[in-house]
């Protein structure tokens, strides 16, 4: 059985999505507040935080139209791959795992 397709995880998977993007906007208010304390008011300062914070919004909604399953599956093949290339190294070096 795939847990994924569940109602309940992808209700606690979109939460978390939720509060990873509220968190970064919250990070990215605050930079651009800072900034702009530092400049004396120039508005200049703040493009930056402007861009990337356009850039985590188009980032949410493209994860958030994505399914959990195809989400997780992406993440975890490269971490698979990782871990199995220490597990080789190890072994190479003569650690008994």
Request: net charge positive; charged share 20%; no cysteine.
């Amino acid at each position: 059985m795939d847990f994924t397709k569940l109602e309940g995880f992808k209700v606690i998977y979109y939460l978390v999505l939720l509060i990873v993007f509220v968190a970064l906007m919250v990070f990215l208010l605050r930079s651009a507040k800072e900034s702009l304390r530092r400049t004396g008011g120039k508005w200049q300062s703040v493009i930056d935080e402007v861009v990337i914070g356009f850039i985590v919004l188009i980032a949410f909604t493209i994860i958030a139209q994505i399914e959990p399953s195809s989400i997780i599956s992406f993440l975890t093949k490269p971490l698979t791959w990782i871990w199995d290339l220490v597990l080789k190294a190890l072994r190479f070096v003569g650690v008994k795992i």
